[in-house]
């Protein structure tokens, strides 16, 4: 049995390290198919796809999956804690510096080094992604079709119905091998879960109308975030900036690039937006009502994929989602890529993080040591 405080430990690590949103999804398959050897290809890329399916931030998602398939609901909660912390703390920190100094560029300037640290980990992503899909024709072209998608920058729900659809087509004649499965779904855990949420609610409702509606916005936000985090984001805009008014677009903007220069999913912006409406208690509040849906969500879906993993209609669709998710990391790749103004020195910086990262070495040294180096070349 999995310990739970290796779990924590684990993603806590990998939270430390997870710039580049998606791509960190790659490294969790490394640690926990390959290093660890909790979970079987198989069962994690099953994982993937429920994560591309399902709203929420996708490299969270998966991070829940891992703990949820190894340890039911404490286990989910675990590694979903872990890995989002790092990702927390620091953006808390931020929000109190930017309220301090109403100024981003300085803040960001000690981090502008790490982009091209960010770029090398998404890169590489892309390729360990890839590679096992190279022999099939068919998931190439889904592959092809995602990033094209994206780069005509279509609405990211709407390009993984597409290749849903694309894969019920390409793969129709595959034939799956049939299971057994006999396991109960045990839904008491997200029960009580649910249960302690709508009890915060009602506390809130009570107590703090401000803070209610902050939890219930987020709560909406996140129901409707299909298509990963930053999905999350224009909805966020139109329902604290445009409607509620309660801050202003610019300071919004300034929210998002604090988002990009954290590690872990870019709506950790919520809790950005909670500080400055109602400071710490606000952060707090504003950080478990955007994960929590999504959450409960992965739950119950990693619970009843052993029900549908048997349907061929999930088999094919899961060979799209994963196909997909590759085209996807190649469009981020790129789009990041492009942000940066590159010099002979930054393509040797990138050059010497992809091969230090193809070459395993821990992605949480890479990160710390270029960001060290970047510190003295860069500023």
Known sequence: MVNLKDLFVTFLKLGLTAFGGPAMVAYIREVAVERKQWLDEKTFHGGIALAQAIPGATAMQVAAYVGLKTRGILGGLVSFVGFGM?????????????????????????????????????????????????????????????????????????????????????????????????????????????????????????????????????????????????ASLPLMLHEFVDRLKWIDEKTFMDGIALGQITPGPIVITATFVGYLLKGYIGAIIATLAIFSPSFLIMALASEIDGKIKNSKIFSRAKKGLIASFSGLLLFATIKFAYTLEWNWIKLLFLSVSIFCLIKKINILYVVIIGATISAFVFK
Do not use: H, W
Request: some cysteine.
């Open 86 to 230: 790092p990702a927390f703390l620091l953006m808390l920190f931020l929000s109190f510096l930017y309220e301090k100094t109403r100024s981003v560029s300085e803040i960001i300037s000690v981090f502008m080094g790490l982009q091209i640290v960010v770029v090398a980990i998404i890169a590489n992503a892309f390729l360990m992604f890839t590679k096992p899909i190279l022999k099939s024709k068919g998931e190439l072209l889904i592959a092809f079709l995602s990033f094209l998608l994206f780069t005509l920058k279509f609405n990211p729900f709407l390009i993984i119905l597409i290749c849903l659809l694309l894969s019920q087509l390409i793969f129709k004649e595959e034939t799956i091998k049939i299971e057994n499965n006999s396991k109960k779904v045990n839904l008491r855990g997200m029960a009580i879960l649910l249960i302690a949420l709508l009890f915060l609610l009602l506390l809130l409702f009570i107590s703090d109308k401000t803070l209610f509606n902050i939890a219930i916005t987020m709560i909406k936000i996140d129901c409707f975030a299909f298509g990963g985090a930053y």
